[in-house]
Each structure stands twice: as C-alpha cells, then as structure tokens.
C-alpha cells in the first residue's frame, strides 16, 4: 500500500514537473507546509485561544491573535522566497566514479530577494543560498557519482525556511541534461597496439608462428593466449610472450589490445592511458569499436576520448525518462564487443 502510494505521489509529482534545464516556480509548483516547529507553534496558539476562551481574558487574545499574525506573514514570506524565482542548469560535471561532480546552476529573481535557499540531491546539499533582485546568482551543487556512464539526478531540491523556520516551501527542478562520469583509470599492461599508422585494422593478428620478442611476467589483463603454459607446468612460473612483428603504432590507444578482457576494464585501462599521455603531451588516438578519434595533443584531446570512454555502449538518457542517475546500456552493442 505504502508502495502504491509512492509511486502514485513520483507520477503525480513527474507530471506536474517536467523535466527540463530550466524551472520557473510559481504557485502551480511551490509546496509549503509547517516545519516541526511550525506544528508545536500552532498548538501552542490553539491551547492559547482555548484558554482565552475560557477565562476570557483579553490579553490573551491579543497575544494568540499577534503570533497568529505573525504565523499568516510567515507563510507569506516563506511562499514568496521562491515565487518567481528562475533556476537553470548550466552544466553538469565531469569525473571519475566516486568524485562529487558539479552541477551548476543559474539563477534570476526579478522583483523581490530570494534569500535562505537551499538545494538538496540524496547526501548532497548546499545551504543559505540569497539571490538579489536583478543579480543572477550562481549555484554549484556537487553529487557523488556511482559509476561510468550518464550521471543525471531524478530531482533536486530547492527549500527555504525563511524567515523564523516555521514553515517551509519547495519544489524541484528535473534537469535533462547529465553529467559524464568517466572510467575508473586503472594502470593498464604492456600490450601491442592493433592499429598500424596509416592502416587501422579492427582484426587482431595471429601470434601462431612468431617468434619470441621477450618474456615478462604475468600482469592482471594480460590476455591468456600469450602465457607460456608449457612452461607454467614446469616451473609454475607464469609468463607472457611479446611475440616480434606484431607491435602496432605506440600512437594508437586500442581496445582490441586487451583481448579477453571484460569490458569494463578495457576500458579503465584506456582511461588510465589517456590520462598518461595528457600528463606527457603525447600525441595518440583512440580505437573504439565503431568510433576511431585520430591522434592529437592537448587537454581537449584528451577530455573527448575520456568522454568516448565513458559513454562507450550506454544509450544517453532520453528527455522524457523519470529514469534517476540514468544510465541504459546497448545490450547488443554489449554484447558484440564482450
């Protein structure tokens, strides 16, 4: 029952507030309702007026009837901090799983001040927040992002409890647009590019016949078919071949280098190697399975792969979608490249 109620009460909510970069608050979106302290100050002032009634006593009157005006001008006030008030979003953040993204906001009040506001998303919140008449304010709220992909919030919170606490009025804005959270980087292996210059292949090539090139021991992503097994059973000493002739362009960061491994730490591995080469100002490229970046330099550069990296086989949220922290993935495209 509970559940049905709740689900009833997002619906009713998503309708009335649709999802879009920029919300203007008026009456038709604005909730108020009395603050705990709220609630134990009207009691107060119904046990009042009952014993006023009681033993007719004026002062008592007066004095229920004055904070019974000031209550009315408190809901006013507190009604009037978001009437009017516009917010849009003008960026989401970009980072690695774990960090705070932030999401920043414009936002523009014309006739009166704003003041005491607060934005709110799950643990993330940012407090006394003013905005003047006819000065655009700028607001930053950071959220923790969970992993890669699409990082967009269901709802975020504006509130204000201005100005004695009693009462408080909100509502919500719905961006559409999301933030990207790149791959964790983890330290990748040595492994031979697939890409030659000049000539990007997609097939990886047979090591059948090659000769050795060096031995090294065994890393985690190392692919399984390069392990020398013969000598494994040996010695029990594990081993990887780097086989000669098949060392591709060191230009070229390939996800067909890490054949056999899973998906995701594929591509933290590109991550951690588009994040070297930016501390290093090389040139390289990216081979994506369906999306090639040619090889440049710069901190551009490196954002758009990380960016390819991160929304590599997610479908991005669709503008419509309720769906919170959307990320949907391409099942197929998943699949192919598993």
Not at 145 to 164: H, L, N
Not at 217 to 245: C, H, N, Y
Not at 281 to 300: M, S, W
């Amino acid at each position: 029952m509970k559940k049905r109620i709740k689900s009833r009460w997002r619906r009713w909510i998503n309708k009335r507030i649709p999802r879009r970069d920029s919300q203007i608050f008026s009456q038709r979106n604005i909730f108020i309702l009395p603050t705990g302290a709220g609630v134990v100050f009207g009691i107060l002032l119904l046990i009042m007026l009952i014993t006023g009634i009681n033993y007719q006593n004026s002062l008592i009157y007066l004095l229920t009837f004055i904070l019974g005006a000031v209550f009315v001008a408190a809901m006013h006030q507190t009604h009037r901090n978001l009437a009017g008030l516009e917010i849009t979003l003008l960026s989401g953040g970009e980072g690695f799983p774990g960090e705070a993204l932030p999401f920043r906001f414009r936002a523009v009040v014309s006739g009166h001040d704003s003041v005491a506001l607060s934005l709110s998303c799950h643990e993330a919140r940012v407090d006394q927040q003013h905005v003047f008449e006819s000065e655009p304010a700028n607001l930053s709220l950071s959220l923790l992002s969970a992993r890669r992909g699409y990082f967009r919030p269901d709802r975020i919170r504006v509130e204000t409890r201005f100005p004695f606490g009693l009462l408080k009025a909100w509502s919500w804005l719905r961006p559409v647009s999301a933030g990207i959270v790149y791959p964790a980087p983890i330290p990748a292996p040595e492994v031979a590019s697939t890409v030659q210059d000049g000539d990007r292949t997609d097939d990886a090539r047979s090591v059948d016949g090659n000769d050795h090139a060096d031995i090294r021991p065994w890393r985690e992503g190392d692919p399984s078919q390069r392990v020398l097994w013969k000598r494994f059973a040996r010695t029990g000493e594990m081993v990887i071949a780097d086989w000669e002739g098949e060392q591709g362009s060191p230009q070229w960061l390939d996800y067909e280098a890490f054949r056999g491994v899973d998906q995701e730490l594929r591509l933290s591995y590109l991550a951690y190697q588009v994040i070297e080469r930016m501390k290093t100002n090389q040139p390289f490229g990216l081979n994506l399975p369906g999306q090639v970046i040619e090889p440049d330099v710069g901190k551009t550069h490196g954002n758009r792969c990380l960016k390819a990296l991160a929304v590599f086989g997610i479908e991005k949220p669709r503008e419509g979608d309720a769906l919170p922290f959307g990320t949907r993935r391409k099942d197929a495209a998943a699949g192919a490249v598993a």
